[in-house]
């Protein structure tokens, strides 16, 4: 599992609330990504980033910013969450390196439902 | 763990039997593809990877193909065990970005 937690695991909030999802990795990779997973949608990446305060959006950044101050922990947050927004989402990592590929190790998700 | 009620295309194989899944990308200057396998209730698991430079690569009982004048991606698998029942997915990107772009997977199904 590479060393990645998520938390919560599954929750269920309000329309309207802000929501903040955690990843924790513990082998010090620089990237780090967060995707949402819905049906007939695959994984759509949502965030990522690079290092200690540098990220950049993915496709489906609208609602959702991140932060990341630690090497470990990297942070989701729903600014006002919609019930568009239910769904699961996934962490990943990426190892950096040479002769590193671009293959990434995914956390277990998280289940968030909004009413 | 987590999963999703995936309704998707689904390829049933018995066991024993090998196994092709398939999948189409869009972006012709993707040069870098991966497949994964996400069983129920977890997140997705590196299966193989392959660069635009090549047309096949072949792992443990896996191989992928490439044809990049029909944007066309597929994975086999050779000798399908009932451990291979999950959801394919296919992701393209490049070197240069750190930006993947996931199909909507296929569900395998193996018929012991």
């Known amino acids: 599992d590479a060393g990645i937690t998520q938390s919560p695991r599954h929750k269920v909030t309000e329309t309207g609330t802000p929501v903040t999802l955690r990843c924790h990795q513990t082998e010090n990779h620089r990237y780090m990504y967060w995707y949402r997973q819905d049906p007939g949608h695959g994984l759509r990446l949502i965030h990522y980033?690079?290092?200690?305060?540098?990220?950049d959006k993915g496709e489906v950044s609208d609602g959702y910013s991140v932060s990341r101050s630690k090497t470990e922990d990297f942070l989701l947050t729903l600014e006002s969450a919609t019930s568009s927004q239910t769904s699961v989402y996934f962490c990943?990592?990426?190892?950096?390196?040479?002769?590193?590929?671009?293959?990434?190790?995914f956390g277990p998700g998280t289940r968030l439902t909004v009413t | 763990g987590e999963s999703v009620g995936l309704h998707l295309p689904t390829l049933s194989v018995q066991e024993g039997d090998n196994s092709i899944i398939n999948c189409a990308y869009s972006?012709?200057?993707?040069?870098?593809f991966i497949w994964y396998k996400q069983e129920s209730g977890k997140g997705p698991q590196f299966i193989i990877d392959i660069r635009s430079n090549m047309d096949k690569r072949q792992g443990q009982r896996v191989t992928v193909l490439l044809n990049k004048t029909v944007k066309h991606l597929s994975l086999q698998i050779a000798a399908t065990q009932p451990g291979d029942s999950a959801v394919y997915f296919c992701?393209?990107?490049?070197?240069?970005?750190?930006?993947?772009?996931f199909g909507s997977g296929t569900k395998l199904n193996v018929k012991p």
């Open positions: 990943a990592i990426r190892p950096s390196g040479t002769g590193s590929s671009y293959e990434q190790y």
């Open positions: 980033s690079y290092g200690v305060k540098d990220t």
């Open positions: 992701a393209e990107g490049t070197y240069n970005f750190n930006k993947f772009y």
């Open positions: 972006n012709s200057a993707s040069d870098y």
